[in-house]
């Protein structure tokens, strides 16, 4: 069974801190993706990538993309209490792209 | 634009009874579909999934069964619950090409309660 382990399990942090969520696995990945999921909600996708070494930016978000496409991170600099809940990492494999294979989860609380 | 819909939100069952969970997507076709179970504040576990009619992989043996009757439509069934069949079930869509990169879309989720 191929896994996904997401670190820290849980986060609870003040507004205007830096923060840094790993995802790791021993497979390699054709694409990773992060969602972000409110209680009672689906996922929501934040961002994907594809190439080994990518870095993408959404606002305060800095997505990294390992360069062997076997881990990813997340970073989040001067955290807001709206970046409160469950970040997930997924990844797709390369040898069948039909499913995803979803990380552990780290939640994340931002106390004002 | 497409949309997914997954229902019940939520829903209390007695153990021993039949369950069915009912999804659909509309404005696309041809979908990747999904069902997923997630324990509380944890990641997805993939239950089943499906490329096309009559197309429907299941990835952990257990008490549930999944059924595509139409394109677009997804349900997840089982004949008679469990205690341990409670938990957040969500379906999801995706375009099914590599292009797509497999990028999926979630409904907002069933809370499935079995007593």
């Known amino acids: 069974t191929q896994l996904l382990e997401q670190s820290p399990q849980f986060l609870s942090i003040q507004e205007g801190e830096n923060l840094t969520v790993y995802c790791n696995s021993s497979s390699v990945f054709s694409s990773l993706q992060w969602y972000r999921q409110e209680p009672g909600e689906g996922p929501v996708l934040l961002v994907t990538?594809?190439?080994?070494?990518e870095v993408k930016k959404l606002k305060r978000l800095t997505f990294q993309f390992g360069d062997a496409r076997k881990d990813s991170s997340l970073h989040i600099t001067a955290a807001q209490p709206g970046d409160t809940g469950l970040y997930l990492c997924a990844g797709a494999l390369t040898y069948n792209t039909d499913k995803l294979i979803f990380g552990t989860g780290t939640r994340l609380q931002v106390f004002p | 634009s497409q949309t997914i819909h997954q229902w019940p939100a939520t829903l209390v069952q007695p153990v021993g009874s039949p369950l069915s969970l009912e999804c659909t997507v509309e404005g696309t076709s041809n979908p990747n579909l999904y069902w997923y179970r997630q324990a509380a504040g944890r990641g997805l576990q993939l239950l089943f999934y499906s490329i096309g009619i009559d197309q429907i992989s299941s990835e952990v043996p257990q008490n549930l069964s999944a059924s595509r009757p139409q394109d677009r439509q997804f349900i997840l069934s089982s004949k008679k619950l469990l205690l341990s069949d409670s938990g957040f079930y969500l379906c999801?869509?995706?375009?099914?090409?590599?292009?797509?990169?497999?990028?999926?879309?979630f409904g907002a989720g069933t809370r499935l309660s079995v007593l």
């Open positions: 999801a869509w995706s375009r099914g090409t590599l292009l797509a990169k497999n990028i999926q879309y």
């Open positions: 990538v594809v190439t080994g070494g």
